[in-house]
Nanobody
Framework: QVQLVESGGGLVQPGGSLRLSCVASRSIFTLYGMGWYRQAPGKQRETVAV???????NYADSVKGRFTISRDNAKNTVYLQMNSLKPEDTAVYYC??????????WGQGTQVTVSS
């Protein structure tokens, strides 16, 4: 059974930090790289960061130097540390396997709102 449970979102002021967590079912976590995605109101879902099985990472240009993706294999958990948050980071954040498609299973996501 597929499981993707995101948490850690909230309301934060510009310049603040949040750490998102995602617990994934082992079938996804062990077979694929993992990614964080986000969808802002009226916009398409976009890839924010990915981490490959070997630990290498890639980031969207808009978050490079501010966000860090990591994983804990023992806990089937992937994290997204977000620093220096900006209002344009406001979105619902989701985790999923790397290169997930719209038709794949998605969790409920976690809302991140950056506002003063």
């Amino acid at each position: 059974q597929v499981q993707l449970v995101e948490s850690g979102g909230g309301l934060v002021q510009p310049g603040g930090s949040l750490r998102l967590s995602c617990v994934a079912s082992r079938s996804i976590f062990t077979l694929y790289g993992m990614g964080w995605y986000r969808q802002a109101p009226g916009k398409q879902r976009e890839t924010v960061a990915v981490i490959f099985s070997g630990g290498s990472t890639n980031y969207a240009d808009s978050v490079k130097g501010r966000f860090t993706i990591s994983r804990d294999n023992a806990k089937n958990t992937v994290y997204l540390q977000m620093n220096s948050l900006k209002p344009e980071d406001t979105a619902v954040y989701y985790c999923n396997k790397r290169a997930a498609l719209p038709g794949d299973y998605w969790g409920q996501g976690t809302q991140v709102t950056v506002s003063s």
